[in-house]
Structure formats: structure tokens, C-alpha cells
DNA sequence: ACACAACTACCTATATGCAGGTAGGTATTA
DNA sequence: TAATACCTACCTGCATATAGGTAGTTGTGT
């Protein structure tokens, strides 16, 4: 996805990067000007507002997620599920980040309300993908579990940016540990 | 535990509800100097830097915790859980706070080599208390499950921050069933 | 083919506001 | 009289944002 070809492209690329690493708020436009050897002003030209910014971020990053699921659209469930887990893997890799919601998640408190809405309608997204891929993987007899599909669902949204964040703490050993606990719950029994 | 006295109690107190809601940058002196009725200046009396402040929070509520674990040391293994628990209910109730751990966890890559130190710390003393509990419950017959008790209690440290986020996006039902799993993760076959 | 209008992608300079922090003073209590 | 618990009055730095300008490009009517 790391495709930038245009400022405006690599504004919102080095801003989700910078986002994911210290937060949105912590996150400001000299640091990208810096990179992208503009000037300040000049991200305002495309983004006339931090808001404007967080939402594009928030956008591209659920379009990513889209094209995600696209290309694993024929894998098996269980390498649907594996490649979302890649890209936490490489999160934690890449300078222990948060996944973009749970970046959002994390100053949700502090948001606008059409970023609330953004974030929120973004995970609702990927838990129904998580649900529909946990049912196919079910029915598939690929995986077993006892719990409701919508409950596994929502355990997966809660885990994955756990782990990054356990990570943060506890270090690779942790991430590394939950990451594998989660994949023990579509082969519990 | 709310049982501020004195203004610099007030002030970790305060301070750490702030933290918990809206993130340890994001809280800043003149919201606690307002409800306080004292100057910003007057907080700096008590904690010369913000860093001072922070590693505070992160003290008391680590003291908290421990006499949580002290309350209820001869508790049955589920009840202690359960008191466990019923504090991320109150953060969640409470204004979609956050814990204090994933609070400073979120905010990890931009806080200073000791309250890095201070939160790994506190969060190895829940892992190791987790785990401790998870084994009695196990041995008493109380609880039943497959994994091994260092891997369960590390599910436990990223799903109850994981709850608390994916409550703030997906609300009080998707806090509830989040919870609900984790619950059961000690009852599975 | 040429003049001119309009747009894109930046720039300089500056306003505004606020956050963290300090210096030094005062009032109260032990 | 010394410590404690504040205060007033600042300084400094930085972050978001705006106003207004320039250089180069693209489109359009005659």
C-alpha cells in the first residue's frame, strides 16, 4: 500500500505512520513538512484542518483494509485471518504502532464526532468481515469453536490491538504469545 | 479508593481520571487547577514536572491494585476476577475510561524511560497476580481450560484493554460481550 | 497562434492561543 | 522562625491556522 506518489498521497501515508507510532494528537505537521521538505502551510493546503487529515488517514487505511480482503477473497479463512494478523505483526515490528482504530480508539474521547463516526463505522466493517470469515472457516470444518461467531468476532477486535499494546509493555515475547493465543481460539476443541 | 484528602492526593486523583479519559497529553494542569480551585502554579508545588505527575498516577493505582489483591486474597479464584472486572466496568461506565495501564501503554512511544519502566513494571505485577489466580482456580477445580496459565493470563492483559476500547467504538453491548468471552475463558470444557 | 483567465502547488509571514514551567511573594500554621 | 501551601506575574516555545503572494501549468476564445 506504501504506493505515495503525490504530496498529497505522502502527507496522509507519513501521517498514518506517525499517527499509529504516538498518537493523533501527539502527531503534528512539522514533522511531516520536515520529511516531505515543505512547509507547514503547504499541508494546510491539502488538508485545511488536522481533522481533515485524521479522516483521510482514517479513510485510506479502511480502503487498505478493502483491498485486503479483495485479494484473500478465494484463500482459505484461515489465511484471511492470517493476513490481517500479518499486518499487526508488522505494526509491532515497525516501531511498536497501534492498528489505525485502535489509534483512534485510544483518543476517542478527544475526537471530533465525524471521526467517531468514521472510526466506528470502520470497525464495525472489519468485525462483520471477521464474523463472515469465522463462519466460512466454521462451516468449512477448518476451524472449531464452541462460541457464537458474532462473540469470536468481537474477541478477535478485542485481542489483536491488546496484543499491540501488551507489546508495548511486555515486549515481543508478549505480542508474540497473544498473537498465538488468538490463533488458538478458531481450534479450541 | 477515592478517598483524596489533602490537594496533592486530590490532584493524582483527579489527574488520573483525566489520564484514563482523554490520554496523558492530551490532560493538562488548568483542568485539575479549575476543579480544584487552585492555580496552575499550585500544582507545580507538588509535582515539579508533568513526568513527576504521571509516574504518581501510575504509583497510586498500582497501590490501588495491590489492595485490591490483598481484599480479596482468601476470595475464591473466580471472585477475585471478578473484582478485577468490575473496575474495567466502572472505567467503562465512568466515561470510557481507559485503564491506567493501556492509558500509558497508548501513549508509550512518547513518555519518558522511567514511566515506561513504571508501567511495564505494574503491568508484570498484574500478569504475574493473573496468572497466580488462574493456577488456583485451576488446582481448586474451579476453573477448566487448556491453555497454559502464563498464555491465558496474557489473553486476559490484552482483553480487558481490547474490551475497553472496542466499547468505545462499538459501545456498551460490544463491551458487554467482550467481557462475557473473557469470562468464559476460564469455564471452556 | 496568442492572449488571458483560472488553477495547482507551493511559499513567507504572522496571528492566536495554550501548555509547561519558573521566580519570587504572602499568609498560615507548627 | 521555618516550613507549608498557596499566590501573582511572567517567560518560552510550540501547534494550528490564516492571509496573501508567486511561479508554473492548463484551458479557452478569437
Known amino acids: 500500500m506504501n504506493t505515495a506518489q503525490n504530496t498529497r498521497d505522502r502527507i496522509i501515508e507519513l501521517g498514518r505512520d506517525y499517527m499509529q507510532r504516538i498518537g493523533y ?6 514533522q511531516i ?3 516531505l521538505n515543505i512547509k507547514n502551510a ?4 491539502y488538508f485545511p484542518s488536522k481533522e ?3 479522516l483521510a488517514v482514517i479513510e485510506k487505511d479502511r480502503q487498505d483494509f478493502i483491498y485486503l480482503t ?7 479463512a484461515m489465511d484471511k485471518l492470517q493476513a490481517l494478523i500479518a499486518s499487526y505483526e508488522y505494526y509491532f515490528r515497525e516501531g511498536k504502532k ?11 474521547n478527544e475526537i471530533t464526532e465525524r471521526m467517531k463516526l468514521a472510526v466506528s463505522q470502520y470497525a464495525e466493517l472489519v ?3 471477521l464474523a463472515a470469515t469465522l463462519k466460512e472457516g466454521l462451516e468449512s470444518g477448518e476451524f472449531s469453536f464452541k462460541e457464537s461467531v458474532d ?4 474477541v478477535w477486535m478485542a485481542m489483536m490491538p491488546g496484543a499491540l499494546l501488551v507489546g508495548r509493555t511486555g515486549g515481543k515475547a508478549a505480542f508474540d504469545k497473544t498473537i498465538n493465543s488468538l490463533r488458538q481460539t478458531v481450534k479450541s476443541s
Do not use: P, R
Open 42 to 45: 503547504s499541508i494546510h493546503h
Open 52 to 54: 481533515d487529515l485524521g
Open 70 to 76: 479483495q485479494k484473500t477473497k478465494k484463500a482459505k
Open 25 to 30: 494528537h501527539s502527531f503534528n505537521y512539522k
Open 33 to 35: 513538512a520536515l520529511e
Open 151 to 154: 462473540d469470536l468476532a468481537n
Open 127 to 129: 468485525t462483520v468481515w
Open 98 to 108: 497501534l492498528c489505525v482504530i485502535s489509534t483512534f480508539s485510544s483518543s476517542y
